[in-house]
Every structure is written in structure tokens, then in C-alpha cells.
């Protein structure tokens, strides 16, 4: 199956700094891509939908300042947290898709941990 | 705003026992996803599902597309320990997916 590798596997910061996660797809080409965050023992939140090439739309209540999100190719997808904060403490995985939108594939995610 | 039901939230269950899990949605999807996350990792993909009525199988797995198009169960027989995770269901249309809250699966010793 396709495979979708997100770096780094986890992340500990300062309050203040910013924080790069890589969401690359291995072995396609994602026409989109999406970033996720979940909090300990609850379900997948949908922070914003990414195309290759153009803006990322972002849900309703996600700062898209704070969470910045760049899909410059088809294989690779960059969110950054930026001035992180403590209550910014999560997991967050991406997924991406192919063209045909026939599947949905997960990279292993990424827990960001604050001080 | 569309919602998926999923249920139950959790389970306990005896090593070897079966296991039923489903999703209802007010919504109708074109396809239904079910997805195994192990703690720290991202979920995995476990069956995809295309048509209604369709029934596939992958393992001691068993999903089914519901006829509606708005629910979709999964079966797991024979359960092992390595079963135990959380299991998610997501319906979509289009680039459009929305995830069910999950199914919690413990397995006791």
C-alpha cells in the first residue's frame, strides 16, 4: 500500500520557538494532503485540507498565522507551529490522498510537546 | 454538520470473543474507510469500502457497506491481543472525510 512518512516522530520545544512537521508520500503523488490534530483519547480533528500549489483551507477555529501549512510539490506537505505555546502540546498526524480520492493514507504522526 | 455515530466507544472483550463495531451517519458517503491506531502511531488502513451493500473481507475482518450508504459495521472473529487499539470509521465524499469518534478495544487478560 502507499505509504506516507511524516518527520519527525516527536518534538520538544521551548514556549516561543517554532516547529516544522514534513509530511512526504513515498510512493505517489498526493493531490492533497491533510493535517490532523488529536488530543489523548479522542478522534482525528481535521485542521485544514492542502492542494499542491495553492492555499490551504484551514476548519473553522484554526488559526491558519499560528498553523502554517505549505504544499509546494506533490509528494510533500510542511506544517509549522509557530510561537508555540504549551496548550499547543498535541499529536498531529497527516494524511494524504491520491488523485482519484480512493483512499486515505496516514502518516505515523508527530507529538509536539511544549515546556 | 454532518456527524458519524460511532459505536460503542469502548469494549472489553476476552481473548477469542468476536467483535461488532458500527457507524450511522444522517449523511450519505460514497465510500467508508475503517482505520486501526495503535497509541503513538497513525491509524492504519484496515478496508475501504465502494458500493453499497458490499461486504469485504481482509483477515479476521469483516466490513460492510451499508445499503442506505449512511452506516457501515466492522467484525473482528476470533479477537487477539494484538487486536487491542482504537478502530475508526470516516465516511467520504470527495476530498471530504469526516472521522467517527472511535471504538476503544481492550482485551482482557
Known amino acids: 500500500g502507499a505509504v506516507v512518512s511524516q518527520h519527525p516522530s516527536w518534538v520538544i520545544c521551548k514556549s516561543g520557538t517554532s516547529v516544522k512537521i514534513e509530511c512526504r508520500s513515498l510512493d505517489f503523488q498526493a493531490t492533497t494532503m491533510f493535517w490532523y490534530r488529536q488530543f489523548p483519547k479522542q478522534s482525528l480533528m481535521l485542521m485544514a485540507t492542502s492542494n499542491e500549489g495553492s492555499k490551504a483551507t484551514y476548519e473553522q477555529g484554526v488559526e491558519k498565522d499560528k498553523f502554517l501549512i505549505n504544499h509546494a510539490s506533490l509528494t510533500l506537505s510542511t506544517l509549522t507551529v509557530t510561537s508555540a505555546h504549551p496548550e499547543d502540546s498535541s499529536f498531529y498526524i497527516c494524511s494524504a490522498t491520491t488523485a482519484t480520492n480512493e483512499k486515505l493514507f496516514f502518516g505515523s504522526g508527530t507529538q509536539l510537546s511544549v515546556l | ?109
Not at chain 2, 454538520?1 to 459505536?7: A, E, F, K, T
Not at chain 2, 467508508?32 to 458490499?54: M, R, T
Not at chain 2, 449512511?70 to 472525510?97: E, T, W
Open chain 2, 1 to 109: 454538520g454532518q456527524q458519524l455515530n460511532q459505536s460503542p466507544q469502548s469494549m472489553f472483550i476476552q481473548e477469542g470473543e468476536d467483535v461488532s463495531m458500527n457507524c450511522t451517519s444522517s449523511s450519505i458517503f460514497n465510500t467508508w474507510l475503517w482505520y486501526k491506531q495503535d497509541p503513538g502511531e497513525g491509524p492504519v488502513l484496515l478496508i475501504a469500502l465502494y458500493k453499497a451493500g458490499e461486504l469485504t473481507s481482509n483477515g479476521r475482518l469483516t466490513a460492510q457497506f451499508g445499503i442506505t450508504r449512511k452506516d457501515s459495521f466492522l467484525n473482528i472473529s476470533a479477537s487477539i491481543p494484538s487486536d487491542v487499539g482504537i478502530y475508526f470509521c470516516a465516511g467520504q465524499r470527495g476530498d471530504k472525510i469526516i472521522f467517527g469518534k472511535g471504538t476503544r478495544l481492550h482485551i482482557l487478560p
